[in-house]
Nanobody
Framework: QVQLVESGGGLVQPGGSLRLSCAAS????????MGWYRQAPGKQRELVAR???????NYPDSVKGRFTISRDNAKNTVYLQMNSLKPEDTAVYYC?????????WGQGTQVTVSS
């Protein structure tokens, strides 16, 4: 079982930056992939960033060039650096862990982009 705890959300003005962290604990093996998803009110959860065990990354066009996912294996932590934030980035951001058929989610952290 893997537990994920996100942190780093908050209120930021348009154009600002935030860094989210996701700390993993439990019976951890090297995940196949970890990622960040977000869900805005009334919308479906969507992928924001993903990093595989081979350090391959992918992003949707909506965040490409603004968001960067990275990880620190020694700390079992994945980060999401978010720059040039826009009001449409406002959502609850969730961390995701995948190992074979095992999929774990964090509790989410709120990101609000507003002036």
């Amino acid at each position: 079982q893997v537990q994920l705890v996100e942190s780093g959300g908050g209120l930021v003005q348009p154009g600002g930056s935030l860094r989210l962290s996701c700390a993993a604990s439990g019976s951890i093996f090297s995940p196949d992939a970890m990622g960040w998803y977000r869900q805005a009110p009334g919308k479906q959860r969507e992928l924001v960033a993903r990093i595989t065990s081979g350090d391959s990354t992918n992003y949707p066009d909506s965040v490409k060039g603004r968001f960067t996912i990275s990880r620190d294996n020694a700390k079992n932590t994945v980060y999401l650096q978010m720059n040039s934030l826009k009001p449409e980035d406002t959502a609850v951001y969730y961390c995701n862990f995948v190992l074979g058929s095992i999929v774990s989610w964090g509790q989410g952290t709120q990101v609000t982009v507003s002036s």
